[in-house]
């Protein structure tokens, strides 16, 4: 199963920041999402695949018409939290704060309620009953937000949260901790080392951000050199390793991995 999703924020939006920079300066910073979406929404178009895009209520909020945009081709929407904080670390009410925020932006522009939620950084530990909990209370039975090492037997993993039950379908890292089916990892990883990943592992959950498939990302000093460098590795060729693979392996979105997993246990 490979699940594909996309986290839509733009090049600066990046929770390991978020301690030290207020988001306010996002708004004078050029920003590059639309053109940057508008090409994976070409690939996706000409692929004739569907995904699960996780919009940041930030970038709703400043660019609704994108996000009218990966709805009106059939795509998913989920919630991708306001702020892009990392979730584990917010207090309670300011994570839901944060929710309703990004939710309410993404139901007014698409006129839908959203049912899906991925934490920046896939941030949430299963520990955080707390936060299902509330993700629950407000709507969202299905989860992307937890990582997990190693050869993960039981997917999607059931949380039952107070209000609903919430099935969790986590980032499964390599037993050495690479995230290696999307961002940064994928880029960096040596090919030879990702097809043979992509051959051995039956689950997967492709992420990947607008800015993996930015031939120009901007070099900024809000970051890291390690990050500027991390930002910028093989943004050339991303979209042609992602297009090679969505072309010989079937993928779902996110709904349709839930379709899958109901239908098997009623079969």
Same mark, same amino acid.
């Given at each position: 199963?490979?699940?594909?999703? @996309?986290?839509?924020?733009?090049? @600066?939006?990046?929770?390991?920041?978020?301690?030290?920079?207020?988001?306010?300066?996002?708004?004078?910073?050029?920003?590059?999402?639309?053109?940057?979406?508008?090409?994976?929404?070409?690939?996706?178009?000409?692929?004739?695949?569907?995904?699960?895009?996780?919009?940041?209520?930030? +970038?709703?909020?400043? /660019?609704?018409?994108? $996000?009218?945009?990966?709805?009106?081709?059939? /795509?998913?929407?989920?919630?991708?939290?306001?702020?892009?904080?990392?979730?584990?670390?917010?207090?309670?009410?300011?994570?839901?704060?944060?929710? +309703?925020?990004?939710?309410?932006?993404?139901?007014?522009?698409?006129?839908?309620?959203?049912?899906?939620? =991925?934490?920046?950084? @896939?941030?949430?530990?299963?520990?955080?009953?707390?936060? @299902?909990?509330?993700?629950?209370?407000? #709507?969202?039975?299905?989860?992307?937000?937890?990582?997990?090492? #190693?050869?993960?037997?039981?997917? &999607? $993993?059931?949380?039952?949260?107070?209000?609903?039950?919430?099935?969790?379908?986590?980032? $499964?890292?390599?037993?050495?901790?690479?995230?290696?089916?999307?961002?940064?990892?994928?880029?960096? !990883?040596?090919? &030879?080392?990702?097809?043979?990943?992509?051959?051995?592992?039956?689950? =997967?959950?492709?992420?990947?951000?607008? =800015?993996?498939?930015?031939?120009?990302?901007?070099?900024?000093?809000?970051?890291?050199?390690?990050?500027?460098?991390?930002?910028?590795?093989?943004?050339?060729?991303? !979209?042609?390793?992602? =297009?090679?693979?969505?072309?010989?392996?079937?993928?779902?979105?996110? #709904?349709?991995? $839930?379709? /899958?997993?109901?239908?098997?246990?009623?079969?």
């Amino acid at each position: 199963m490979n699940i594909l999703t @996309f986290d839509i924020e733009d090049w @600066f939006h990046t929770h390991e920041n978020r301690k030290y920079l207020s988001g306010q300066i996002w708004k004078d910073l050029p920003a590059r999402i639309e053109p940057n979406t508008d090409r994976i929404l070409n690939m996706l178009d000409e692929l004739g695949i569907k995904a699960t895009f996780f919009v940041l209520g930030w +970038v709703a909020e400043h /660019h609704p018409k994108l $996000v009218k945009r990966i709805q009106s081709k059939g /795509h998913e929407i989920g919630a991708h939290s306001h702020w892009h904080h990392n979730a584990h670390l917010l207090r309670p009410e300011d994570f839901e704060t944060d929710l +309703v925020m990004c939710l309410s932006q993404l139901t007014d522009i698409t006129g839908e309620p959203v049912k899906a939620y =991925r934490a920046p950084g @896939f941030s949430l530990r299963l520990k955080d009953q707390w936060a @299902f909990d509330i993700l629950a209370a407000h #709507g969202i039975t299905v989860d992307s937000s937890v990582q997990l090492r #190693g050869n993960f037997k039981s997917i &999607p $993993v059931i949380i039952e949260a107070v209000d609903n039950q919430i099935l969790e379908f986590p980032l $499964v890292k390599t037993p050495l901790s690479f995230p290696y089916s999307g961002g940064g990892y994928f880029r960096a !990883m040596p090919k &030879p080392l990702l097809n043979y990943y992509f051959k051995e592992e039956k689950y =997967r959950l492709l992420y990947f951000h607008p =800015r993996d498939f930015d031939p120009d990302n901007p070099y900024s000093n809000i970051f890291s050199l390690f990050r500027n460098k991390l930002n910028s590795i093989n943004t050339k060729v991303c !979209m042609n390793r992602l =297009r090679h693979i969505l072309f010989n392996q079937p993928s779902c979105t996110m #709904g349709q991995a $839930v379709e /899958h997993y109901i239908n098997s246990n009623n079969s």
